[in-house]
């Protein structure tokens, strides 16, 4: 039998899984709402203190009503059921918080420039795009391990002004070199 027949018919395929196309086994509903409700969390308040439409519509505040206008009765309550006056200073954890989340964005979205380019350094300390660049490196450390590191050493190796650096010249007899040296080493194995 195949999967369509063994597969409930709920409501036109909306609860089904989404595992043939991403690997998931979160039903695309869910998925959607959670993209959602973390979308909702990055925007700003409505007047009645939710941050989602559908949250307002649930608690009847009248922040959804069809002319916009909230209920005159609602209170204006933030997420916490504190009045906006009242809300206290973000604590360190919220700010580390959302500059995880921002840097995290900006990795996953790859706007950020790499680490240790010009741009990067130009960058403010508080600067998520920077943060996303060090998450970066440090994915390719964990990756490839202490080669990356000892690309990156040279990279930012202040490198001598370009008139001490070898000429041309120089260059291709050292290259020759190690050509000599290397043919000598497959004779001497040859033999």
Not at 44 to 64: I, K, Y
Not at 91 to 117: G, R
Not at 167 to 187: F, K, W
Request: aromatic residues 8%; negative net charge.
């Amino acid at each position: 039998m195949t999967r369509n027949a063994e597969t409930p018919r709920v409501v036109a395929g909306a609860f089904q899984e989404d595992s043939a196309d991403s690997g998931s086994s979160v039903p695309a509903t869910v998925q959607q709402l959670i993209r959602r409700r973390e979308d909702a969390a990055r925007c700003e308040p409505l007047e009645c203190g939710h941050r989602d439409p559908l949250d307002c519509e649930a608690d009847q505040c009248g922040a959804g009503e069809p002319n916009g206008s909230p209920a005159e009765e609602a209170p204006q309550l933030s997420r916490n059921g504190q009045s906006p006056e009242s809300e206290p200073e973000p604590t360190a954890e919220d700010v580390i918080q959302a500059f995880w989340a921002a840097a995290k964005a900006h990795y996953l979205a790859s706007d950020f420039p790499a680490y240790a380019s010009l741009d990067w350094r130009r960058l403010d300390p508080d600067d998520p795009r920077k943060f996303a660049g060090v998450l970066w490196a440090a994915e390719q450390w964990r990756f490839y391990g202490d080669d990356i590191t000892e690309e990156l050493n040279d990279a930012l190796r202040p490198h001598g002004p370009i008139w001490q650096r070898p000429t041309i010249a120089e260059l291709d007899q050292a290259y020759q070199d190690i050509l000599a040296r290397n043919r000598s080493e497959v004779r001497k194995g040859a033999a």
